[in-house]
């Protein structure tokens, strides 16, 4: 079946525009991840979904960064007034379930990478 | 806290030769262990995985062996390809936001270099 699907696959704006990427999880996955991936490091973990909600967005870098999901499907990571240090791949996941066992193994999508000039 | 603690950052060995990844984690409840291997400019994808009723799990070149009582689990590729060069991450269900509640927390990657 479809994989994770993310769009744009690059985007390249300017200081202070705000951007928005996009996230298809496989569908029925109930749980949907954000990351952010800089240059040769890891996997910087922003925000999770179970379902439609997000219990904690403490992993945000900041409050110029949001993200929505609705219908249980779709998510939209936001990220307004953008800086250069916003410049990263911003990678998507989703799992059958959030918890325990290997229904929460994370499939991940091939990621948009933001580049802000 | 919680954390998924992965060693070494990077790894060079000869081409044929085995190459050994830990990981240690820090929830004693942790019931399952993936492996995810990201070659350069590409996703993350799963290679391996294993539960926790199991010590050892092999797939042809690959293997990961779990040692629950010292909470720590390794990958093992033998015979190293030029093709095995990415950087591999472990991952560990961690609690998460309050009690029964657990989220896959990924190590901070090995970039394993096979030289020809």
């Known amino acids: 079946g479809a994989g994770v699907s993310q769009s744009p696959s690059n985007k390249v704006t300017e200081k202070g525009k705000d951007v928005e990427l996009r996230c298809d999880p496989i569908s029925g996955h109930t749980a949907l991840y954000w990351y952010r991936q800089s240059l040769g490091q890891g996997l910087e973990f922003l925000i999770y979904?179970?379902?439609?909600?997000?219990?904690?967005k403490s992993g945000l870098p900041s409050d110029r960064f949001s993200a929505e999901r609705t219908g249980g499907s779709v998510s939209t990571l936001t990220i307004q007034r953008t800086q250069q240090e916003d410049s990263a791949v911003y990678l998507c996941?989703?799992?059958?379930?959030f918890g325990q066992g290997n229904k929460i193994t994370q499939y991940f999508g091939p990621g948009t990478r933001l580049l802000v000039l | 806290g919680e954390n998924v603690e992965q060693h070494p950052s990077t790894l060079s060995v000869q081409e044929g030769d085995s190459a050994v990844i830990k990981c240690t984690y820090s929830?004693?409840?942790?019931?399952?262990f993936p492996w995810y291997k990201q070659e350069l400019g590409k996703r993350p994808q799963l290679i391996i995985d294993i539960r926790s009723n199991v010590g050892e799990k092999k797939d042809q070149r690959i293997a990961v062996t779990l040692n629950k009582t010292a909470k720590h689990f390794s990958l093992h590729i033998t015979e190293t390809q030029p093709e095995d060069s990415a950087v591999y991450f472990c991952?560990?269900?961690?609690?998460?936001?309050?009690?029964?509640?657990?989220?896959?927390?990924f190590g901070k990657g090995t970039k394993l270099s096979v030289i020809p």
């Open positions: 991952a560990a269900p961690l609690s998460y936001s309050g009690a029964g509640s657990y989220q896959l927390t």
């Open positions: 979904f179970q379902g439609n909600s997000a219990p904690d």
């Open positions: 929830d004693s409840a942790s019931n399952y």
């Open positions: 996941a989703s799992s059958l379930e």
